[in-house]
């Protein structure tokens, strides 16, 4: 396939790098065109390197080929990445100042934009009303990313991943008109790692839970283009960019967070490990050992269901009926029954709309890369499996996320 791959003045031109590659790599011919302004982001020489044609903007160079109408002509696809506010403009105006812009008029294929700029650009009447002329012509503009921008504020704004634009691109040219990001425009809460139970001020009961399976959930969501809320008990992976993170520590201050972030999240994952039992009291000063007192013993409370708390929330709102509550069950089978059919249990008795349920011993699942588990339903359908790397089972649980999301009428 050709393609036309148009770069503007933003910052995330260098992400556009790696969308030029997974174009080159699946067998495509692109010819980038990046505006003059982006060629103070990434130079030319990057673009031509990567896709092996010449890069000019200009439509003097090669007069002869008729560039200015030709590659619009030609192309089978034009993708414009980032698209800024200024190039959203220029095309919904019908500009032709240079040979991005008269490639965009003379464009016969399927025209796709990923936009990129600050909340407050993108949200502005005039932007809107530029992307509602290019919808309205035909154009596919894809809803950008959430989350951190390129100063300390967050919002709508950011460009998508490039294997989102990637796959929205490819989904244009089959004629799919689900080509937007799963997640755009949702607000999605994951809770992650695991609980520490305060004894004393040094001492703590916790759990073998890493972490790694919330980041990579928090980092698939936010690649389907969610706003991403990550709860995050104690990890041993840091955060990832572009989530907004709030630290937690025993299972009642993850209790508050999730229920306060609850009243306006689609979805809510809990893949923390939550203690279920803390001790009853918490000592101000340091347990001391002493060789005249007997042994201590710890007296243990059960901490409260967040999970079912959320689904009890849910249901009890009429206005939060469209939310999702994915739950995740680390089991392991014995004598009574197997895997599954405690986690079937463990579904119905909480009420969660998915479990996903891993099979744990251990040295499986805590801490490790790879991981296999099974989402089971409420509503009933059959169990889907998922395996490989924390990052492909992530993925996986964020595609029947977004399917139960977009095409499953509201559960409570
Ligand atoms: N969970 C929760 N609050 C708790 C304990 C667990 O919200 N106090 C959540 C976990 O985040 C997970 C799910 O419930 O999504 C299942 O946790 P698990 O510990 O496997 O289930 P339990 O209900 O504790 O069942 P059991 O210990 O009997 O296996």
Known sequence: MRIVLGVGGGIAAYKVA???????????????????????????????????????????????LVNHVRLGHEADLVVVAPATADL??????????????????????????????HTEMWQHAATRANVETLRGRGAAVLEPASGRLTGADSGPGRLPEPQAIFDAAMALVQGRSDYQLPLAGRTVTISAGGTRESLDPVRFLGNRSSGKQGVALAVAARNAGATVRLLAA?????????????????????????LAAAADSDVIIMSAAVADFRPGEVSDTKI?????????VITLVRNPDILQELVEKRNASR?????????????????????????QAKLQRKGCDLLVVNHVGMDKVFGQDSN????????????????????????????RISFELNHVSPRA
């Open 18 to 64: 790696s969308l030029l590659r997974l174009f080159t790599e699946a067998g495509h011919d692109v010819t980038v065109i990046p505006t003059e302004a982006s060629t103070r982001f990434v130079g030319t020489a990057t673009w031509e390197a990567l896709s092996g044609n010449p890069v000019s903007n200009s439509v003097f160079d090669d007069v002869h």
């Open 88 to 117: 959203l403009a220029k095309a919904a105006t019908g500009q032709a100042g240079d040979l991005l812009t008269n490639t965009l008029l003379m464009a016969h294929g399927p025209v796709l934009f990923a936009p990129a700029m």
């Open 234 to 258: 104690h990890m041993e992976v840091p955060a990832p960019a572009g989530v907004e993170v709030q630290r937690v520590e025993t299972a009642l201050e993850l209790r508050e967070a999730a």
């Open 372 to 399: 296999a588990v099974v989402i089971l339903s409420r509503a009933g359908s059959e169990p889907q499996e998922a395996s490989g790397t924390k990052t492909e089972v992530s993925e996986a649980i964020i595609r």
């Open 288 to 296: 001391k050992k002493r060789d005249d007192t007997a042994d201590p």
């Open 319 to 343: 206005a939060g009926s469209g939310q999702l509550v994915v739950g995740f069950a680390a089991e392991t089978g014995d004598s009574q029954g197997d895997v599954l059919a405690y986690a």
